[in-house]
Nanobody, 123 residues
Framework: QVHLVESGGGLVQAGGSLRLSCAAS????????MAWFRQAPGKDREFVGA????????YYADSVKGRFTISRDNAKNTGYLQMNSLKPEDTAVYYC????????????????WGQGTQVTVSS
């Protein structure tokens, strides 16, 4: 079992930055893939990016590539989403998620979810 808790959300102006954290407990952090998703009001949950469990390879949605960076610190059992050059369309609830084995972009494949943290970008 894996328990995930996000933090770091808030209100920021367009062009600003935020760093989200995902603190994990339960199983050894390094044994699972970690991803970030987001959901805006009235929209489906959207893949933002993911980091693999062994090689820490990263994968991003086209909409955030070059602006967002995912990382993980296995010693601290924590994952991160650094968000730069934020845009109003990045406004959403951001969730971290975990699964066994390889990275996929389908939210349905992820077994464990945090409660979400709100990110609001004002224009």
């Amino acid at each position: 079992q894996v328990h995930l808790v996000e933090s770091g959300g808030g209100l920021v102006q367009a062009g600003g930055s935020l760093r989200l954290s995902c603190a994990a407990s339960g199983r050894t952090f390094s044994t699972y893939t970690m991803a970030w998703f987001r959901q805006a009001p009235g929209k489906d949950r959207e893949f933002v990016g993911a980091i693999s469990r062994r090689t820490s390879n990263t994968y991003y949605a086209d909409s955030v590539k070059g602006r967002f960076t995912i990382s993980r610190d296995n010693a601290k059992n924590t994952g991160y989403l650094q968000m730069n050059s934020l845009k109003p369309e990045d406004t959403a609830v951001y969730y971290c998620a975990a699964k066994d084995y390889s990275v996929v972009r389908d939210a349905k494949e992820y077994n464990y979810w945090g409660q979400g943290t709100q990110v609001t970008v004002s224009s």
